[in-house]
């Protein structure tokens, strides 16, 4: 793929944010950064379909907080028709990791990832996702 050069104008202080960004992702340079964000968009973009995906949501919280369990699997029962299947692991004393494997459109799923990712208290969250059919 041949890589074309041009020009960008940006305020300092987006500039600043570019290079935060660069340096956070350990990318080599700004050209990686922007490449980075455009992919990025792109895919998210793409996940705001109908079309059929299947992946996960991950999730590692401290189960003594915020009644994250109770909410977790409430927002899960709207979604029971995406769902295929919950993990539940006690990594420790106080940290959950959940997995849960999810089919169905794309928008449908980002929807539901969000709304676990959003609760208060989660760690760390992220789906993952990919193309089913
Ligand atoms: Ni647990």
């Not at 041009?6 to 960004?21: A, C, P, R």
Request: aromatic share 4%; with cysteine.
């Amino acid at each position: 793929m041949s890589v074309i050069r041009f020009g960008v104008s940006l305020e300092q202080e987006t500039l600043e944010k570019l290079d935060n960004y660069t340096s956070d992702n350990k990318l080599p340079n700004r050209s990686q950064a922007i490449r980075h964000l455009i992919e990025n968009n792109i895919v998210e973009k793409k996940w705001k379909c109908n079309n059929i995906v299947a992946g996960a949501i991950v999730i590692v919280f401290d189960h003594h907080k915020y009644d994250i369990n109770n909410k977790s699997n409430e927002i899960q029962h709207t979604y029971h028709h995406c769902i295929l299947s919950t993990q539940h692991i006690h990594l420790n004393h106080d940290l959950c990791l959940e997995t849960i494997a999810v089919k169905g459109k794309a928008q449908e799923l980002t929807e539901l990832a969000d709304k676990i990712i959003a609760l208060k208290g989660i760690q760390h969250g992220k789906l993952v996702m990919s193309k089913a059919n």
